[in-house]
């Protein structure tokens, strides 16, 4: 195309956005982050770590176990650049508990450390390269305990309604089962969604902290 040859608006924009499109799909060498960084006035030492982690799975979303859509297990596996000693080990424990605000248990299965509130795993396992650290939980229950509680809230509002036949006045009283069994129906697709953000955060903050933590190989 001729480099004198004008684009008007519409045309700029379209070329701009499968340029940006183009370059996603061939991703940037290292040394071009670096070129990109500097020219935005970012340090070389946080691009190096943020690179660390980029390849070790630590800025990777966590992956969601879902039912129905709504997510009911957060897990996140990080493979760390190093080793985590046993005093380094002790220091992440001390960020686990403060980040979950739960004091949970400790265990040990041979080479395998880890730290365990409820569901919620947090465990370190030995690699060829050094240590991975495991995250999980799931959301105990899930949807069972809302769709059995609206399911038995609904039968009762349905024997209201039989009732009613023979005496009108029920059909008021049929009315409040009926938004409770909604509103329990309801609940975990609102309050499901908050927890596993909240938990893909937190494993992001203990994924840092390891990654920080672990003596190089």
Known sequence: MDAHHRLNDAEVTAVLRRAAEVSAQEGLTVAQVHEIAADVGLAPDSVRIALVESANGALR??????QFGVPIGVSKDVVLPGVLTDDAW???????????????????AGVVREWRNGNLRIAIEPIPTGHRLRMSTQKDGGLRGPVFGAAATMLYAISLIVT??????????AAIPVAIGGALMALPFLTLPKWARLRSEQFDVIAREAASLVTET
Not at 90 to 108: I, P
Not at 164 to 173: E, I, K, N
């Open 164 to 173: 009613a036949q023979a005496r009108p006045a029920m059909m008021l009283l």
């Open 90 to 108: 002790d220091v992440l424990v001390s960020t686990m508990r403060s980040t979950f605000n739960a004091h949970g248990k400790l265990q040990r």
């Open 61 to 66: 979303p966590a992956t969601l176990m879902t």
